[in-house]
Antibody, heavy 125, light 108 residues
């Protein structure tokens, strides 16, 4: 069974740091792009960061660039998100997810499946 | 780049509802559709031209035209009440994609 399980969320003060982890099982972890996606309370989904299968391609949303670092350890089937200089507006449920690029009739698309259950990060004084 | 969805729609039990997603990137890239129930992670229900992952009922279907992607639920069930989000690459093809604003579907 393909599964992603996040951990590491919690309460942190503004300016603090937190490291999220995501443990994968049920698929060949090193073959896939992975993403962190977050959802603020009562709000929509926001893509935070992605990392390619061999960590050669990484990108971040402008809202977290310079503060967050995504990494992976293919030997441990694990994905990480190091979050520094946290702000109140970073409060959200953080999901890790597997991403696949596909082509239908030569047109590219991306599907995100599966998602982890999410871990809540609360930034508050 | 943005993907715009209607905030909320309602449908009578057993009837058909269509949810739309508009954005420039949809002229170049397919959309994916995700169902999210309260307190749960999103679940992929449709991707590409009209593909359903294993386990997704065939009452869910997708289509696209120009800058608009659509998700149709034919014969809506009570368990289909949820938030639905579309996603795609952004207009520049950035691998970091973009999500739609979300649509709350209420089954009456």
């Amino acid at each position: 069974q393909v599964q992603l399980v996040e951990s590491g969320g919690g309460l942190v003060k503004p300016g603090g740091s937190l490291r999220l982890s995501c443990a994968a099982s049920g698929f060949t972890f090193s073959d896939y792009y992975l993403s962190w996606i977050r959802q603020a309370p009562g709000k929509g989904l926001e893509w935070v960061a992605y990392i390619s299968s061999k960590s050669s391609h990484i990108n971040y949303a402008d809202s977290v660039k310079g503060r967050f670092t995504v990494s992976r350890d293919n030997a441990k089937n694990s994905l990480y998100l190091q979050m520094n200089s946290l702000r109140v507006e970073d409060t959200a449920v953080y999901f890790c997810a597997r991403e696949v690029t596909y082509y239908n009739d030569g047109i590219e698309g991306t599907r995100v499946d599966p998602w982890g259950q999410g871990t809540l990060v609360t930034v508050s004084s | 780049s943005e993907l715009t969805q209607d905030p909320a729609v309602s449908v009578a039990l057993g009837q058909t509802v269509r949810i739309t997603c508009q954005g420039d990137s949809l002229r170049s890239y397919y959309a994916g559709w995700y169902q999210q129930k309260p307190g749960q992670a999103p679940v992929l229900v449709i991707y590409g031209k009209n593909n359903r992952p294993s386990g997704i009922p065939d009452r869910f279907s997708g289509s696209s035209s120009g800058n608009t992607a659509s998700l149709t639920i034919t014969g809506a069930q009570a368990e289909d009440e949820a938030d639905y989000y579309c996603n795609s690459r952004d207009s520049s093809g950035n691998h970091l994609g973009v999500f739609g604003t979300g649509t709350k579907v209420t089954v009456l």
